[in-house]
């Protein structure tokens, strides 16, 4: 196992690469692996247990990580963490943990856990800081549990915090997002888990996991009509400017027994610049451990804006986004966990612009913490 240093300070520890500003990338042609990083099972830091971690992103202006936890203040209250990372062309070193921040509630508590009060209990997916306003926003997937004991509807929310926590404001969500009783809007499990803005921070995209019930199947083994929907806001005034369809891939494997639990979806994307998106598809299928994790390119100028559709499956999209595959993890031949995040980072001394994946272990002992490091092609 690589070295894992606990460091609390104060001062920024800089990588072992020059840092420089994330611009916007015209294109992705491949993604080059540099390494793969562990960090250990329920690692404690400041009090907290190290896991679950679901989103990622990069401050340039001070050489730190943000990493969201989907812990739903069930071992300690929702958070996310603020760490740093020495590495060179060939390894990464040393990850660093700075800091542990609870995320507020409007009333500046902490959020309660679902034997508190489940409606009220959030489900932290994604997380993406604005160095132009110093905030940070970040999503919840809401909650959708329907049984003779208890219905709880907990809608998906997108907020604004300070980089302390604090609650600013929250994205008004489109017609569509509310949790129903009936097969009507989103899957439980299947709401808002990719983030990213665009380079000018002017507009936030949201991506779905899964289709929602108007618009399709969730994935089958098979192609099939599973559509999901990207969502642009302007960032500002938190208004819904255009939809996107993104046909999801099949599952990769056939689960084992025949006939449990298998999915594909979207756990994250990532604005590059002139108009394009990495979209990650996450495929997991029950009897194999590793997940299946693709890197698709699309290009949002090629595609018809689709809000004003409320069911993709009445109304087929005649213009959806077209997918160029840049990776597929499994060609890499290594171990490939839940991953679910991914953001810019820093340029490595050799030039070339690194890309940085996170894995959410669940918190389970037979799953990993990973950190891994790409190169832009």
């Known amino acids: 196992m690589k070295q894992f240093i606990l460091f609390v300070c104060i001062t920024i520890v800089a990588s072992c690469s020059s840092v420089k500003k994330v611009r916007q990338v015209k294109t992705v042609t491949g993604l080059e692996l540099v390494d793969v990083y562990t960090i250990p099972h329920d690692f404690s830091f400041k009090g907290t247990t190290v896991g679950g971690l679901s989103g990622i992103d990069y401050d340039a202006g001070s050489n730190v ?7 739903r203040s069930d071992r300690q209250p929702a958070r996310f963490y603020r760490f740093s990372v020495s590495f060179s062309e060939k390894k990464i070193d040393t990850v660093l943990f700075q800091e542990a921040v609870s995320l507020l509630q409007p009333d500046g508590t902490t959020y309660p856990s679902i034997k508190q009060n489940p409606a009220k209990t959030p489900d932290p997916e994604a997380i993406r800081f604005n160095p132009k306003t110093k905030e940070l926003v970040w999503t919840s997937e809401g909650e959708r549990i329907l049984n003779a004991k208890d219905t709880i509807l907990q809608d998906p929310a997108i907020h604004f915090i300070t980089t302390s926590g604090k609650y600013l404001r929250s994205i008004s969500l489109p017609a569509g997002l509310q949790m129903q009783q009936t097969a009507n809007g989103p899957r439980r499990n299947g709401v808002l888990e990719g983030a990213s803005f665009s380079t000018d921070f002017k507009t936030l995209y949201v991506s779905l996991e899964e289709p929602r019930y108007e618009d399709g199947p969730q994935a089958d083994l098979i192609p099939n009509e599973a559509w999901v929907r990207i969502y642009a806001f302007n960032s500002i005034d938190g208004k819904n400017t255009a939809q996107y369809a993104y046909k999801l891939d099949p599952v990769a494997h056939a689960p084992n027994p025949p006939g449990s639990f298998m999915v594909n979806g979207i756990p994250d994307i990532l604005y590059l610049g002139n108009q394009k998106l990495l979209v990650m598809e996450r ?25 004003n559709s409320s069911s993709l499956k009445n109304q087929p999209p005649t ?28 340029k490595l001394a050799n030039g ?17 913490t990973q950190l891994l490091l790409f190169t832009l092609q």
Do not use: H
Not at 65 to 71: A, N
Not at 328 to 334: A, S
């Open 283 to 307: 495929s997991f299928s029950t009897g194999r451990i590793p997940c299946t994790i693709k890197i698709f390119e699309v290009d949002l100028t090629v595609a018809a804006d689709i809000q």
């Open 319 to 346: 213009k959806p986004l077209q997918k160029k595959l840049v990776l597929n993890l499994d060609q890499l031949g290594i171990y490939t966990d839940n991953i679910e995040g991914m953001c810019l980072g820093p």
């Open 352 to 368: 070339k612009r690194t890309l940085w994946m996170i894995a959410d272990n669940n918190f389970a002992k037979e799953e990993k």
């Open 65 to 71: 990580f943000y990493t969201i936890c989907d812990d």
